[in-house]
């Protein structure tokens, strides 16, 4: 094979392996009403199958803050969750709900979970 | 009276293939059992003694036969030739052709094995993102479900650290010509009696035991390094250096590749590797509260992975030893070098050393 054709062939190859990586994922779930404070407590509900949803939340900071992530039938990497920042790792039950406290979370310091090959993320910002 | 004889070697693509020649020739040659097998004329060709020199690509031949260096030289091709080696005077090919023996034949593989590579990758990458593989199984985890996600698994992101390691080992052990099939089939084996047996223990002692994240998340990283190493060797990298190692390591290597406890612990090891299904699967193993059902949910998950796996090592065996062979390598070299890649960040990222890149 030429070389020239060849060069251009990978680099077009490498665009479209860009776009799959990085380009916009499947519908944004952002617009899902996901927190409600109910008691004096904020509830975060998440979604582990095949990845999380949403990907991205908001959520009041300063007030007491559980997380609940929710699976049903989740066999995927997404069912075995890390969340460094408050040093939690579980695998969820393949279908239910956990609920993780997040003690008062403070604004400005996002809370990122993992899933435990790291391919799946998902992100609460706090405000 | 023995003489000392220099041939050129072409088609050393290999560390191993030093010692490969070696072996060959003075097997074929020296060892009673293969003379009777032999024409009686071979009975001549006794060699004392063979050297390969990888970075010079020559081989020092000591023998007592009284052939002129020319028809040793084609006695010598023909046996080493199946393996894709050529022994000459003076690199011309005698045998076929009479032309200079291209040296450059692998380098026109490598242009046309990259896109060939990234057309797999994208396409494995593009297949994750679909969504079509999140199919959602409820209810009670029976040997039947955990089949189906064992099928399931065997073509998600699992692939990417479990079916690259396996790809670039077969590939490996292929290119070094140690008996595959063999290997493959122990490598399989081990698989599926360590996930049936690990499975049942799980089930035995309940909760006993935690499946320890960090573990596992070492375990993937230094396998994706594993198949970083690999991928680099199948395309060539470092076979452009010929890096030659001392042959304490060599024989090291081999020795590792020729036993038999070797593919089986691998196969024993993929059962820690870091995988959502696996690991999935092992909770309920877990609280399946017995031997038998324990065994039973692992064997049935690793059952349903072996086709893709089994795919994956014997049909890089046959690829191997086909025509396409140089191809083949560097192909899968590309691929498993992405998936490699891919395998390293995210388990970086798992540990929280790095952010996550990407999200599929």
């Known amino acids: ?127 | 009276m023995s003489k000392k004889y220099t041939f050129h070697v072409t088609g050393t693509h290999c560390a191993s293939c030093k010692i490969l020649i070696e072996d060959i020739l003075m097997d074929s040659t020296g060892s009673t059992s293969s003379l009777q097998a032999g024409s009686p004329q071979e009975e001549q060709n006794l060699v004392r003694k063979v050297r390969v020199d990888l970075a010079k690509e020559i081989v020092e031949i000591e023998t007592e036969s009284e052939k002129n260096i020319e028809e040793l030289a084609q006695i010598f091709t023909e046996k080493v030739r199946s393996s894709g080696y050529i022994i000459s005077v003076d690199g011309f090919d005698k045998l076929t052709t009479g032309k200079k023996i291209p040296e450059n034949k692998d380098n026109d593989a490598i242009w046309k094995a990259i896109p060939i590579g990234l057309i797999f990758l994208i396409l494995f990458f593009l297949l994750q993102k679909s969504g079509i593989l999140n199919i959602g199984i409820g209810g009670q985890t029976t040997p039947v479900t955990s089949f189906i996600i064992g099928l399931i698994a065997s073509v998600s992101s699992c692939l990417a650290i479990v079916g690259g390691l396996v790809l670039s080992l077969s590939a490996k052990v292929s290119q070094d010509n140690v008996s595959d099939n063999k290997t493959f089939f122990l490598f399989h084996t081990g698989r599926l009696v360590s996930f049936a047996v690990l499975g049942g223990v799980l089930g035995l002692i309940g909760s006993a035991i935690g499946i320890n994240f960090m573990f596992s998340a070492i375990l993937g990283i230094i396998a994706s390094i594993v198949m970083l190493i690999l991928g680099l060797n199948l395309v060539g990298v470092f076979a452009k250096n010929k890096i030659a190692l001392p042959s304490g390591i060599f024989n090291f290597f081999r020795r590792i590749e020729h036993k038999t406890l070797t593919p089986l612990i691998i196969g024993f090891g993929t059962f820690f590797l870091p995988c959502g299904f696996t690991q999935s699967m092992q909770v309920a193993a877990l609280s399946s509260g017995s031997f038998n059902s324990g065994f039973l949910i692992m064997f049935a998950f690793a059952l349903g992975t072996l086709p893709v796996l089994a795919l994956l090592s014997f049909g890089s065996a046959s690829f191997a030893h086909s025509k396409h062979a140089p191809l083949f390598f560097k192909s899968s070299g590309v691929v498993v070098i992405g998936l490699g890649l891919f395998a390293l960040l995210a388990g970086l990222a798992g540990l929280g050393i790095i952010d996550p890149l990407f999200s599929i």
């Not at chain 1, 803050?65 to 790792?89: H, R």
């Open chain 1, 1 to 127: 094979m030429n070389k020239t054709v060849s060069i251009i062939i990978i680099l077009g190859l490498l665009v479209a392996m860009g776009i799959v990586f990085f380009g916009k994922p499947n519908p944004d779930f952002q617009s899902v009403q996901n927190v409600e404070i109910k008691n004096g407590i904020q509830y975060i509900t998440i979604n582990a199958r095949g990845g999380y949803s949403p990907k991205v939340s908001s959520a009041k900071a300063g007030i007491p803050t559980k997380l609940i992530m929710e699976t049903s039938g989740a066999y995927d990497c997404s069912s075995s969750l890390v969340i460094k920042s408050i040093g939690y790792q579980k695998i969820l039950p393949q279908t239910g709900k956990t609920e993780i406290d997040l003690g008062i979370p403070k604004a400005g310091e996002p809370l990122q979970g993992v899933c435990g090959m790291g391919m799946y993320n998902f992100l609460i910002n706090f405000s």
